[in-house]
């Protein structure tokens, strides 16, 4: 589902998308953790119409911000690393692409001047907070429960 072949390909992609705009291995299990609340890594499916598009579940006002808001900066990053021109990428290009899902999920978490904590009990706090918010179905129990190998 969402374009992923299994998670072993999730990991390789967080780590390259990691690699590309930054933040290391928090980063990383950050994305890869949001993936699993959001859907349970890809194993859950969710085919409604307007709302979180992808693996990890974007919202279409928050995607077009992320994009609005991409600095020049990690735009020539991502021309030069994967070859995307991210002004060219619309909000229905990550239903079905992990890779640009993830690149949106990282693009929107390097907003938040908080650094990434060290813990999945921290990062599911920062994702309840920064991601999935006050408003969200969400919980912090889920998160953590979506992510316990």
């Known amino acids: 589902m969402y374009g992923l072949i299994n998670e072993n390909r999730l990991n390789e992609i967080a780590h390259e998308v990691c690699k590309c705009l930054g933040g290391g291995g928090n980063a990383r299990y950050l994305l ?4 699993g609340a959001e859907t349970g890594k890809g194993t859950i499916s969710d085919n409604t119409l307007g709302a979180g598009m992808g693996i990890s579940q974007i919202d279409e006002i928050p995607f077009y911000d992320i994009k609005d808001r991409v600095k020049q900066s990690d735009k020539g990053r991502l021309s030069a690393y994967f070859g995307i021109d991210i002004d060219l990428i619309e909000w229905n290009h990550i239903r079905y692409n992990p890779l640009l899902a993830l690149i949106f999920t990282r693009l ?3 907003k938040i001047p908080e650094e990434i904590p060290a813990t ?8 309840k907070k920064h991601y999935n918010t006050t408003a969200g179905k969400g919980t912090i ?9």
């Open 32 to 35: 890869i953790e949001t993936c």
């Open 108 to 110: 929107k978490y390097k």
């Open 120 to 127: 999945l009990e921290l990062r599911a706090s920062y994702w």
């Open 141 to 149: 129990e889920h998160y953590i429960s979506a992510n316990i190998s």
